[in-house]
T-cell receptor, first 115, second 111 residues
Framework: GAGVSQSPSNKVTEKGKDVELRCDPI?????LYWYRQSLGQGLEFLIY????????KSGLPSDRFSAERTGGSVSTLTIQRTQQEDSAVYLC?????????????FGPGTRLTVT | TQLLEQSPQFLSIQEGENLTVYCNSS?????LQWYRQEPGEGPVLLVT?????EVKKLKRLTFQFGDARKDSSLHITAAQPGDTGLYLC???????????FGRGTSLIVHP
């Protein structure tokens, strides 16, 4: 079956521009996570959606970052007025639910480069 | 904030050697997972451990969860070039369902 897909796979943008990153989770997965991975760093949690509950935005680094999840499926992460420090790989993951036995399935990521 | 420290950060070995990667924390986790990530791909789950003292084996990989559920180790026997990748541990606990990831161990196995 189809896994988690993300688009674009690579994005190069100029400082100050806005970017949108897309995530298509596995069908039927109610939980969706966004992470950021910088070189030499682990995965930094950004935002979490679970069903119809209010998203957990506690990991968003600034108000330039926002995310939506439409219809409980596709999610878009938006970064406004991009900065060079935003350059990283942005990973999306989905899971059937939450709990200590959850399994997250990751997409291949979007590599964002801000010049 | 729960932190997970992984060691070593980098490991370069020859095919056939054994290795152990460690994941340590001062916090207690209800579960701990190990992932492997290859270049250009997202992490792929290898195993989940939930019971203190638990040992799980996956072919040449042996995972152990510490008795106090604060640490874990991954041991690879007779490493192969296909084992090359970034190994990440992730813990869930403290009442949150958001996993905390370590920085990873980058493993290179030379033929």
């Amino acid at each position: 079956g189809a896994g988690v897909s993300q688009s674009p796979s690579n994005k190069v943008t100029e400082k100050g521009k806005d970017v949108e990153l897309r995530c298509d989770p596995i069908s039927g997965h109610t939980a969706l996570y966004w992470y950021r991975q910088s070189l030499g760093q682990g995965l930094e949690f950004l935002i979490y959606f679970q069903g119809n509950s209010a998203p957990d935005k506690s990991g968003l680094p600034s108000d330039r970052f926002s995310a939506e999840r439409t219809g409980g499926s596709v999610s878009t992460l938006t970064i406004q007025r991009t900065q060079q420090e935003d350059s990283a790989v942005y990973l999306c993951a989905s899971s059937l639910g939450t709990g200590k036995n959850y399994e997250q399935y990751f997409g291949p990521g979007t590599r964002l480069t801000v010049t | 904030t729960q932190l997970l420290e992984q060691s070593p950060q980098f490991l370069s070995i020859q095919e056939g050697e054994n290795l152990t990667v460690y994941c340590n924390s001062s916090s207690v986790f209800s579960s701990l997972q190990w992932y492997r990530q290859e270049p250009g791909e997202g992490p792929v789950l290898l195993v989940t451990v939930v019971t203190g003292g638990e040992v799980k084996k996956l072919k040449r990989l042996t995972f152990q969860f510490g008795d106090a559920r604060k640490d874990s180790s991954l041991h690879i026997t007779a490493a192969q070039p296909g084992d090359t990748g970034l190994y990440l541990c992730a813990g869930v606990g403290g009442g949150s369902y958001i996993p905390t990831f370590g920085r990873g161990t980058s493993l290179i196995v030379h033929p």
